[in-house]
């Protein structure tokens, strides 16, 4: 099993950046495919991004394409979301996720997550 702890959430402008880190537990981080969600109130948990055990592979929500950057450090355990350019609608309480999978593909569903972070950017 693996433990999730997300950080770097906070207040931004509107245009500003801010990077999520999410820190696992455990020896076998390489073994875990990797997500980013959101949800924001009143509506459905969005996947933000999503990135293979390698890191080979990435997926982006249309939403966000071209503006965050997923990514993944093994000698840290940890995986990251650089967020640019944001606007008010990235607005949302970002989670990090992990599915144990012995392939490099990316997911859109996930059996752990992190606590959340919020995100609050001002127009």
């Known amino acids: 099993q693996v433990q999730l702890v997300e950080s770097g959430g906070g207040l931004v402008q509107a245009g500003g950046s801010l990077t999520l880190s999410c820190a696992a537990s455990?020896?076998?981080?390489?073994?875990?495919?990797m997500g980013w969600f959101r949800q924001a109130p009143g509506q459905e948990r969005e996947r933000v991004a999503a990135?293979?055990?390698?890191?080979?592979?990435?997926y982006y929500a249309d939403s966000v394409k071209g503006r965050f950057t997923i990514s993944r450090d093994h000698a840290k355990n940890t995986v990251y979301l650089q967020m640019n350019s944001l606007k008010p609608e990235d607005t949302a309480v970002y989670y990090c996720?992990?599915?144990?999978?012995?392939?490099?593909?990316?997911?859109?569903?996930?059996?752990?997550w992190g606590q959340g972070t919020q995100v609050t950017v001002s127009s």
């Open positions: 990135i293979s055990r390698s890191g080979g592979s990435t």
């Open positions: 996720a992990a599915r144990l999978t012995i392939t490099q593909a990316v997911y859109a569903s996930y059996d752990y």
């Open positions: 455990g020896r076998t981080f390489s073994s875990y495919a």
